[in-house]
């Protein structure tokens, strides 16, 4: 798009959306050193996000859920 420029409404799963370029920069590659830290980072959330996500489905596996349906038909219509 070109700057200054507002979108079309973007329909997403979170909503409608419109877009405008306020500025453009250049494509660069940053050396690794300067980049570790960020990339650490990201794999450390990532790794996290799995590690609890695999927790939580071994917690439901785990767990033994009983329905009182008679206290349950006494809140539901």
Not at 43 to 67: G, P
């Amino acid at each position: 798009m070109p700057l200054n420029v507002i979108s079309d409404v973007t329909p997403s799963p979170y909503g409608f959306h419109l877009f405008k370029v306020v500025d453009k920069k250049a494509a660069h590659k940053r050396p690794l050193e300067q980049a570790r830290g960020e990339i650490s980072e990201k794999l450390t959330r990532e790794r996290r996000a799995r590690a609890q996500e695999d927790y939580v489905r071994t917690l439901r596996q785990r767990a033994k859920i009983e329905v009182d349906e008679k206290a349950l038909s006494s809140v539901t219509p």
